[in-house]
Nanobody
Framework: QLRLVESGGGLVQPGGSLRLSCAAS????????IGWFRQAPGKEREGVLC????????NYLDSVKGRFTISRDNAVNTVYLQMNGLKPEDTAVYYC????????????????????WGRGTQVTVSS
């Protein structure tokens, strides 16, 4: 019954910033590792960042290191993706998902280990 809703996307100029939110209802989000993913037109979905229950972070993309930050606020059942220094190649639909219950506390390098995908929020970086 876990439901995730992404928000915060929009149109932004190169070099700008956005903060995406992933809000959960149902089970407590703090019990799960959470990942942010993205899918650009014509490309497969790829992992961006993941945060474990204990706060360990996995970065899937060298291209976002130093620009994107994942964080969580369990008090409001929300995970965030802060995106700074946005580039046109960051344009994509951004999704969040939780780790499957078999090993829910830990991040994974395999996208199929995640579930309860939201519908995504569109990020467009253009001048």
């Amino acid at each position: 019954q876990l439901r995730l809703v992404e928000s915060g996307g929009g149109l932004v100029q190169p070099g700008g910033s956005l903060r995406l939110s992933c809000a959960a209802s149902g089970p407590i989000l703090g019990y799960y590792a959470i990942g942010w993913f993205r899918q650009a037109p014509g490309k497969e979905r790829e992992g961006v960042l993941c945060i474990s229950v204990s706060g360990d972070i996995t970065n899937y993309l060298d291209s976002v290191k130093g620009r994107f930050t994942i964080s969580r606020d369990n008090a409001v059942n929300t995970v965030y993706l802060q995106m700074n220094g946005l580039k046109p190649e960051d344009t994509a639909v951004y999704y969040c998902a939780v780790r499957r219950p078999s090993d829910r506390r830990m991040c994974s390098m395999t996208i199929s280990d995640f579930a309860s995908w939201g519908r995504g929020t569109q990020v467009t970086v253009s001048s």
